[in-house]
């Protein structure tokens, strides 16, 4: 689900007449941002003498801007960041991202990591089975103002061949894994990423994408056992628990001392641009609700704590049924067994410990590029509604002795960048120093939710049929 963005042809000739300018003896910098509404990127500044310090300082928090930089390169002073980004796919995206943007949101972690480190990014090492995808990744990366942290990584095809090489001066401080989830999340060989690493690095923080598994949930939790005894710091990519208006919506929560009575999620994909066959494919990829729907199950969660599992219900719109007819989908879909076809819409209902009400609409409907997202939340007096968490995130609220609702916005929210920055400060100044706010063990738990709801529609399906 992309959106092109068009370079402006002045930024072009701007472009060319900064490489071209007589270098200082500082840095000098040209700072490109992307115009939203003109989805047109073009020159935001440039920085004639400066430091990475001061311009670090000039770039907004939470914005993403594109640097062009022009400096003498020495070797790098104080500590270094080893990291080791396990999935060509994130590098690939970072790429992609920047050129490409998204409805939903721009996810590649490289460039939130270069953001955050500067030049104490030092990737060692990019495992990734397509060596050719992971090589051209990285001669685009060695080939910008990044180069320090790309220029001696290896790339290795599996864990394995790259724990077999590792040297000891190269012991990474943290791993970044965005690999497809069906090689993890379990302690069977070939699906055991977690425990090939734990066992020859132990102690290593893990940074691991969502969903953490596609296999049994029990095996998911076995996993999470293992990382808990094994004591590395986890954060998994829940990344809507770092927007701003979330961490509002706990703080009116915790605040007013309220339990939640109700939540409902409300996630509307668009799917005329999806075009990935897998992804249609249950057989390939554990479906919509496990692989998508997952982060507002999460939020759920967030909010009104643990779901009674056995409460789950649900219903699917299956592709077969007289409305599950899609007129859009963007390649042939006979090309996948009709019994892997995903449903069109699921709708689940279920009890939380305290006995508050969860329910979740999924749904496979819209056309054009934006998703419709929104979820409401009602405890006593008070309505709390997330809208567009993933585009331009906004809390409606409600509050008692007033019938309007406040509107509360943090315009340039990153919770991408939130997300890297609290784990990589979690690294650098001890566990305390800014919350990881998605644990393995909790992120398992939001796994199991979306499995309970995943089998109860499929269960419902086949009692109708
Ligand atoms: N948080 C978010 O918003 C967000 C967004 C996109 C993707 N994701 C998650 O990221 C993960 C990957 O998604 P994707 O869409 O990039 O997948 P993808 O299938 O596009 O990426 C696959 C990449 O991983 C490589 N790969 C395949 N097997 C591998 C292995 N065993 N080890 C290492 N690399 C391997 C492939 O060569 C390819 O480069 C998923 O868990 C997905 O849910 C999260």
Known sequence: ????????????????????????????????????????????????????DELVEELPEHSPRF???????????????????????ELSDTILRERLGSDEGPWNHTFRLEHKLGPRL?????????????????ETKRNSFVLSAYKDTVVYPSAQAYIADLKPELHPHVIWVGSPPAYRGSMAPGHDLER??????????????KPVATGPVEDAFEVADMLINSGNLVSVGYMLRYLKVVQKMKQILDENNLEVMSVNARYIMAYEQTAKLDWWDKSQNPGPIVEQATHFCDLCRYFAGEVDLDSVSAHALEYNEPAGKLSKIPFDESLIKPENRIPRIT???WKFETGAVGSLTHAVALQGHNYSTELDLYADGHMLRLVDPYNNPVLYFRRPGDDHEEIVRYPNDDPFFSEVSNL??????????????????????????????RMASERSTKKVA
């Not at 640097?67 to 060509?88: A, N």
């Open 1 to 52: 689900m992309s959106t092109t963005v068009d370079i402006d042809p002045t930024l072009l000739q701007e472009l060319r007449t900064f490489r071209l300018k007589k270098s200082s003896s500082k840095t000098a910098a040209a700072v490109v941002k992307i115009d939203k509404k003109k989805l047109l990127m073009v020159m935001d500044e440039i920085y004639d003498s400066t430091t990475l």
């Open 67 to 89: 640097i062009v930089l022009s400096y003498e390169l020495h070797h790098e002073h104080g500590r270094i960041s080893y990291v080791i980004d396990i999935r060509d796919g």
């Open 122 to 138: 030092k990737v060692t090492a990019l495992i990734d089975p397509s060596k050719e995808r992971a090589e051209k990744v990285l």
């Open 196 to 209: 090939v690493l734990t066992d020859i690095l132990p102690g290593v923080p893990l940074f691991i994408e």
């Open 347 to 349: 709708a689940a209902t």
């Open 424 to 453: 990589i400060d979690c690294i650098e100044h001890g566990p305390n120093a800014a919350p990881i706010l998605s644990s393995y063990e909790d992120a398992t738990k939001t796994y199991a939710l979306t499995w309970a709801i």
